[in-house]
Structure formats: C-alpha cells, structure tokens
C-alpha cells in the first residue's frame, strides 16, 4: 500500500512538471520557430550516441555473465540493454535492474544473490569511473573561480569512496552477511575484469559532454569546452539518483541552472534538454519495444502482465 502511494505520488509530481514545462515554453517561445531552426543532422548525433551509450552498458552487465560461462546472444544482452532502459523511463530506476534480475532468474537460472552480487559490482565500479572522469576535470580547471567544480568536487570524491567500499566488500566476501547478495564469482575477482568494465563506464562518461554540446548547438548555441565539461558533469551527477522516471523536470531544472551562468535564457535552456530526450525516445521506444520480442519471444514462459506490474 505504501509503495502504491509513493509511485502515485511520484505520477502526480511528473504530470505536475510535464504540465509546468510545457506551458512555461508555450508562453515564453516561439516553439516552432525554434524547430524550424533545429538541425536536424546534429538530432541525428544525438540519437547516436545514445544508441552507443546503450550498446555499452549492454556490454557492461554482459560481462560478468560471460565471465561465468552464461552465454547471451548480442540480441539478448543489447536487446536487454534496451528494455531496461525503456522501463527505467517509464517506471522507477529499480525497475530496470528488475527486469534484468527476472529474465536472468526464470531463462537462465542465475541464483539471486549472485545476480545483485554481480550488479552491485557493476554499480561500485561505475561510481569510481564516474567520479574519476569528474576529479580529472576538476583538476584540470583549478583556475576557474565560483563555478560549479568547487562545489561538486566534494561530491565526486564521496562518489569514489562509496564505489570504492563497495567493490572492497565485494571482493573480501562479506556481501554474503547481508542476506541479499552472496559472495562475487572467483572469476570475477580479478583485475582484467574491474578494468574492462571501468573502461565501458569511462566511455560512457565521456559521452555525456559530447551528447551536452550537440544538444546545444543544435539549436545554434555553441558551448566552450569548459561549459560543455561542467554542464555534462552537473548533468551526470543529477542522473545518479532518478527521483522521477527519466528525473524529468529535475534534469531540465539543472539545464536551467547551467545556462543561466552562461547567458542562456530558461527556455533555451529547456528546449536543449528537450533535444536530448527526444533524441533518447526516438532511439529507445521503438528498440525497447522490439527487444521485447527478441528476449522474451521465443521463451517458454511468457512475460505477462501481472509479472510486468511486480516492476512498477
């Protein structure tokens, strides 16, 4: 009963600031004066790089799976990719993870304890890439005073110890204390391992600034590399904690934010973040939709409806 209010709540809030965006841009813009002026090729950048942030990730958590000998097709482990992605837009961010956790359980008889064990590393090592590609950038622009770096250098540094702990608890085996995780696969304690998934994670990083600039410029804004890098790292930082399916309306409040230091009006603003999710919806619909048909298809076992609301 209380998880039903909270996603109730949740619901009202997102129509609330859906509802707010779009009247606050239907008052202050010319919409389709903007659109007209879109380019549209850097719309079709966008979309690609979002298609290569999920191919990634995909990889990401298809390692480790690898690793012990559970064989996924590309169809299955991208296609996954996809559909989780999906849900996490339209659901809380759990229920992606938990969509995940399903399909491995029922399909591939992944135990569930070794299944969060394994998820919890991915998470550990994506905060110590994360908050490393973050303290770089910091380092390398000491010099600017009263920007943003000041105040979230702090926040990747506890970023790096959360992830750190993390992985550490993971690999001397005392996950299997908590009840909810058991101890991480031998084959996964190793070094080779922790590097190719902090790599995939790092690429991913690194795409958020390049996918910052070309939303902007989109729309004939073009950002220095300094704004870019603290716009992207602001925007990275938000997305760690998905209050909201997609954290819509907070992700727009951080663009905002950003663009204001820089002279960009709140609509602009806006209407740049609403680039990028367009980019990501037209990418991610209709691939989360299909990859329903390529991992779940062919299964024995259907996915139904009373299943699908476990995930809600």
Same mark, same amino acid.
């Given at each position: 009963?209380?998880?039903?209010?909270?996603?109730?709540?949740?619901?009202?809030?997102?129509?609330?600031?859906?509802?707010?965006?779009?009247?606050?841009?239907? *008052?202050?813009?010319?919409?389709?004066? &903007?659109?007209?002026?879109?380019?549209?090729?850097?719309?079709?950048?966008?979309?690609?790089?979002?298609?290569?942030?999920?191919?990634?990730?995909?990889?990401?958590?298809?390692?480790?799976? %690898? %690793?012990?000998?559970?064989?996924?097709?590309?169809?299955?482990?991208?296609?996954?990719?996809?559909?989780?992605?999906?849900?996490?837009?339209?659901?809380?961010? %759990?229920?992606?993870?938990?969509?995940?956790?399903?399909?491995?359980?029922?399909?591939?008889?992944?135990?569930?304890? %070794?299944?969060?064990?394994?998820?919890?590393?991915?998470?550990?090592?994506?905060?110590?890439?994360?908050?490393?590609?973050?303290?770089?950038?910091?380092?390398?622009?000491?010099?600017?005073?009263?920007?943003?770096?000041? *105040?979230?250098?702090? &926040?990747?540094?506890?970023?790096?110890?959360?992830?750190?702990?993390?992985?550490?608890?993971?690999?001397?085996? *005392?996950?299997?204390?908590?009840?909810?995780?058991?101890?991480?696969?031998?084959?996964?304690?190793?070094?080779?391992?922790?590097?190719?998934?902090?790599?995939?994670?790092?690429?991913?990083?690194?795409?958020?600034?390049?996918?910052?600039?070309?939303?902007?410029?989109?729309?004939?804004?073009?950002?220095?590399?300094?704004?870019?890098?603290?716009?992207?790292?602001?925007?990275?930082?938000?997305?760690?904690?998905?209050?909201?399916?997609?954290?819509?309306?907070?992700?727009?409040?951080?663009?905002?934010?950003?663009?204001?230091?820089?002279?960009?009006?709140?609509?602009?603003?806006?209407?740049?973040?609403?680039?990028?999710?367009?980019?990501?919806?037209?990418?991610?619909?209709?691939?989360?939709?299909?990859?329903?048909?390529?991992?779940?298809?062919?299964?024995?076992?259907?996915?139904?409806?009373?299943?699908?609301?476990?995930?809600?």
């Amino acid at each position: 009963m209380i998880s039903r209010n909270i996603h109730l709540i949740r619901l009202i809030i997102l129509l609330i600031l859906v509802l707010g965006i779009t009247f606050f841009l239907i *008052n202050k813009i010319d919409a389709f004066e &903007i659109m007209s002026k879109t380019n549209f090729q850097i719309l079709t950048a966008v979309i690609f790089t979002h298609a290569i942030s999920f191919l990634i990730i995909g990889f990401i958590y298809y390692l480790p799976l %690898k %690793k012990i000998d559970m064989q996924l097709s590309f169809k299955q482990w991208f296609g996954l990719s996809n559909l989780a992605s999906l849900f996490n837009l339209i659901f809380p961010a %759990k229920s992606g993870t938990a969509l995940r956790w399903f399909y491995l359980k029922e399909f591939h008889q992944l135990p569930t304890k %070794k299944f969060f064990s394994m998820n919890m590393l991915a998470t550990g090592i994506g905060l110590i890439s994360l908050s490393f590609l973050g303290l770089i950038i910091t380092f390398l622009f000491p010099e600017k005073d009263s920007n943003l770096f000041s *105040n979230i250098d702090s &926040i990747f540094w506890t970023l790096f110890v959360l992830g750190s702990l993390i992985v550490v608890i993971l690999i001397r085996n *005392n996950p299997s204390k908590l009840k909810i995780m058991s101890s991480l696969p031998v084959e996964l304690k190793n070094s080779k391992v922790f590097l190719s998934i902090f790599f995939c994670f790092f690429l991913v990083s690194i795409l958020y600034p390049i996918r910052s600039y070309l939303t902007f410029y989109a729309i004939g804004i073009e950002l220095s590399l300094f704004e870019t890098l603290e716009l992207s790292l602001l925007i990275s930082v938000v997305s760690i904690f998905p209050i909201l399916p997609g954290n819509i309306g907070i992700k727009e409040m951080a663009m905002v934010y950003i663009g204001k230091r820089y002279g960009i009006s709140a609509e602009l603003a806006i209407f740049a973040s609403l680039i990028e999710r367009v980019g990501l919806y037209v990418f991610l619909i209709p691939f989360g939709f299909s990859s329903y048909f390529f991992i779940f298809g062919n299964q024995d076992n259907n996915f139904t409806k009373s299943e699908m609301i476990k995930f809600q």
